[in-house]
Nanobody, 123 residues
Framework: QVQLVESGGGLVQSGGSLRLSCAASGRTSSSYTMGWFRQAPGKEREFVASIDWSGRSTYYADSVKGRFTISRDNAKNTVYLQMNSLKPEDTAVYYC????????????????WGQGTQVTVSS
């Protein structure tokens, strides 16, 4: 079993930056693929970024490529999402997810989910 707790959300102006953190607990969480997803009001949840257990393989949605960076610190069992050049359309609840395989962007294949953290970007 893996528990995930997100933090770092908040209100930021357009063009600003935020860094989200996802703390994982569980004996083997450092060997899991980690992903970030988001859900805006009235929209379906969508993939943002993922990282494999080693940190060497990352994958991004086209909408955030070049602006967001996913990273992990396995010693701290934490994954990060650095978000730069934020836009109002990035406003959403951001969720962290984990899976022992490598589902990459396939949301339905992630086994564990956090409760989410709100990110609001004002124009």
């Amino acid at each position: 079993q893996v528990q995930l707790v997100e933090s770092g959300g908040g209100l930021v102006q357009s063009g600003g930056s935020l860094r989200l953190s996802c703390a994982a607990s569980g004996r083997t969480s450092s060997s899991y693929t980690m992903g970030w997803f988001r859900q805006a009001p009235g929209k379906e949840r969508e993939f943002v970024a993922s990282i494999d257990w080693s940190g060497r393989s990352t994958y991004y949605a086209d909408s955030v490529k070049g602006r967001f960076t996913i990273s992990r610190d396995n010693a701290k069992n934490t994954v990060y999402l650095q978000m730069n050049s934020l836009k109002p359309e990035d406003t959403a609840v951001y969720y962290c997810a984990a899976d022992p395989n490598y589902p990459r962007e396939r949301m339905n294949e992630y086994d564990y989910w956090g409760q989410g953290t709100q990110v609001t970007v004002s124009s």
